[in-house]
């Protein structure tokens, strides 16, 4: 959070866990979140991102968890970057030109199209 290319927080919003005040308070002593930042609490705050991790759940749950961090690291990295190339988030690649996805991919991974 502390990176030089982020903006500093203004507010966190999360679901109703009661865990979440707790862990913001201490990471706003240790200094990992500057002091300002407000935590508004609220059930649907989170729909859009939440929205849009359902893609992945859907995909990893009949994996049954994964065995390694660094495997669950490389599957995730994989479906985000499939799900944007779907979305038409990545410049180059129009949405639905799947000759487009094709060759892109072919190029990144070495994969004959």
């Known amino acids: 959070m502390l ?12 679901d109703k866990n009661a865990a979440y005040p707790k862990a913001i308070d201490e990471m706003k002593a240790e200094e990992e979140l500057p002091k300002s930042v407000e935590l508004r609490q609220n059930k649907y705050l989170n729909n859009r991102a939440e929205q849009d991790h359902r893609f992945i759940k859907r995909l990893t749950k009949p994996g049954m968890g994964f065995h390694s961090f660094t495997t669950a690291r490389r599957t995730l990295r994989g479906f985000e970057a499939m799900n944007m190339l779907r979305k038409g988030q990545v410049e180059g690649v129009a949405k639905g030109d799947v000759k487009a996805r094709r060759e892109f991919v072919s190029q990144i991974f070495g994969v004959a199209a």
């Open 3 to 14: 990176a030089a290319h982020t903006q500093e927080l203004r507010v966190v919003n999360v």
